[in-house]
């Protein structure tokens, strides 16, 4: 009974530093007899898009009792999407290196040089570029300084579209990184507290995405996994290729509640999410602009997964 009461109150503080208990980025609604998507948007003041992408509903079919997660009004994808803003320093530069990881989007951001313009001035097409290549951008083009958040959104595009999926060759240094990975960054007191550990990431169920974002206004995936293990005593990179380096390397079907699952897009490793059992992940989606849960089986996601890792276990075997 005194530790239901420890865990209830540490969950508890957790949701008060976040501004759970003030402000609910989301609420539930278990729907009852006679209820349709427009009679509980009524009900809630919340719109039925909203409703239909935080609990990833294709059409308007419920099911009596069946529990839905709506979102606090006002943080739907069009409006909780923000604006990220650089800040802009003249330099004049004429030339650009191709770097590892970059591409034209990630090029023309960092220099102020439209897309159509360095494909022009290069006749190059998107799929062309080479690392050491140098790049016309013409005579005085903007010089962004990088901030760090601005840093992690181009090393985590994401979930892309499938054109945009990471060469063979970026996943055959994967698969080197991968070798490396064979300690655990700690250990849980018990089982118990890995379960609230899964209890306090799926808490978070409908909080708005956002690119760059690490507060409960907006936050991208790697920012929520760091923020999950910050509260359990665990430092984490800040992006998603960084933190698939960390950890033991664990099997597809060996996961457990708690291990990090890593998925390729525009990046080798663009995309990061907590297992919480039965074949399903929580995460900060881009595609829903919402944390929700998906299945590790999905197409989308099967397709694209690349790793996992266990950051903590309970013996030596890291279990």
Request: charged share 30%; hydrophobic share 40%; with cysteine.
């Amino acid at each position: 009974m005194k530790r239901q009461i420890f865990f209830v109150s540490l969950l508890f503080l957790i949701c008060l530093s976040l501004g759970f208990v003030s402000s609910a980025a989301a609420r539930q609604y278990e729907v009852k007899k006679g209820d349709n998507l427009n009679s509980i948007s009524k009900k809630t003041g919340v719109s039925i898009r909203d409703i239909q992408q935080a609990n990833g509903l294709k059409g308007t079919a419920l099911k009596l009792k069946q529990v839905l997660i709506i979102p606090e009004n006002g943080t739907s994808a069009s409006k909780s999407r923000a604006k990220i803003k650089p800040v802009v320093k003249a330099k004049p530069a004429a030339y650009y290196t191709v770097k590892k990881g970059d591409n034209l989007a990630l090029i023309a951001k960092r220099t102020g040089t439209p897309v159509s313009q360095i494909m022009a001035m290069n006749k190059i097409r998107p799929k062309s570029l080479r690392i050491g290549q140098r790049l016309a951008l013409g005579k005085a083009p903007r010089s962004l300084t990088v901030t760090n958040d601005e840093q992690a959104l181009a090393d985590d595009d994401d979930e892309g579209d499938d054109e945009d999926i990471a060469s063979t060759v970026d996943m055959a240094d994967l698969q080197k990184d991968n070798e490396t990975n064979a300690e655990l960054l700690g250990k849980w007191v018990s089982p118990d507290e890995r379960k609230l550990f899964v209890k306090v990431a799926t808490g978070f169920l409908g909080a708005p995405y956002r690119l760059g974002g690490s507060t409960v206004r907006g936050i991208d995936c790697s920012a929520f996994v760091r923020k999950m293990y910050q509260f359990f005593d665990i430092s984490l990179p800040r992006t998603a290729r960084e933190q698939s380096n960390v950890g033991l390397s664990v099997d597809k079907n060996e996961l457990l509640e708690g291990d990090l699952v890593f998925f390729r897009t525009r990046k080798p490793v663009g995309h990061v999410g907590i297992y919480v059992g039965n074949n399903e992940f929580v995460h900060a989606s881009s595609r829903d602009k919402v944390v929700r849960i998906d299945n590790l089986d999905s197409p989308y996601f099967n397709k694209r997964f690349i790793r996992a890792v266990r950051v903590k276990g309970l013996d030596e075997k890291g279990v």
